[in-house]
């Protein structure tokens, strides 16, 4: 929920959820990572509010700075205790800082999700092509069957020895076979299109 809340504030947010998202993986891990986050989102909440951010924080606007630059550990901490003077600033701040973790957990599910429907595609797609392959199998088993049954045939036309009863009984396990066969093959497209 507060992925789409983020989504549909100003620009300023969108930002620095985007960079929030781009660093997802080092954010548990990273304790300075979390801490310019919540002060990007808290220049962001203090923009929307006309408010000016303390000058030690400047350079954490996701106006002012580049994605890929990062703001030495000298400059965070003096932003933060910047942000702690004003009960205001401190109380945004906490908060953002506390909700890093919840907006890279967020991220962190919709690319395991994404990933999931990847592997669920791919899975169903290596099935389809494996029961191809095999319904291409039977039709050359059966073609190859057909063409033995009739030289058979042509040498016993009254079924009237054990080669030609054989012939019909497997005949009959084609058959079967080929049914089981499409009905995967039913199922696992009804599967993927599900």
């Known amino acids: ?42 220049i962001c909440e203090l923009g929307t509010a006309s408010h000016s951010p303390p000058l030690e ?16 550990g000298d400059s965070h901490r003096s ?37 999931a429907r990847d592997i669920y595609r791919n899975a169903t797609l290596e099935q389809l092509a494996f029961l191809e392959h095999v319904n291409a199998r039977e039709a050359m088993l059966r073609k190859a069957e057909e063409h033995s049954r009739a030289i058979l045939q042509v040498k016993c036309p009254r079924h009237e020895t054990y080669a030609c009863v054989l012939i019909i009984q497997l005949d009959r396990m084609y058959y079967m076979e080929w049914q089981t066969f499409a009905l995967l093959q039913r199922m696992c497209i009804r599967t993927h299109n599900n």
């Open 1 to 42: 929920e507060s992925l789409r809340a983020y989504s549909r504030k100003p620009d300023c947010f969108r930002r620095a959820a985007g960079l929030i998202q781009t660093r997802c993986a080092e954010l548990d891990m990273d304790e300075q990572e979390r801490i310019r986050a919540a002060i990007s989102m808290t």
């Open 79 to 115: 932003c933060v205790e910047a942000l702690s003077r004003s009960a205001q600033y401190w109380s945004s701040y906490s908060g953002y800082l506390r909700e890093v973790s919840q907006l890279c957990y967020a991220f962190r599910r919709w690319n395991d999700i994404d990933t």
């Open 57 to 72: 924080c400047a350079m954490f606007s996701t106006n002012l700075r580049p994605a890929h630059t990062a703001a030495n």
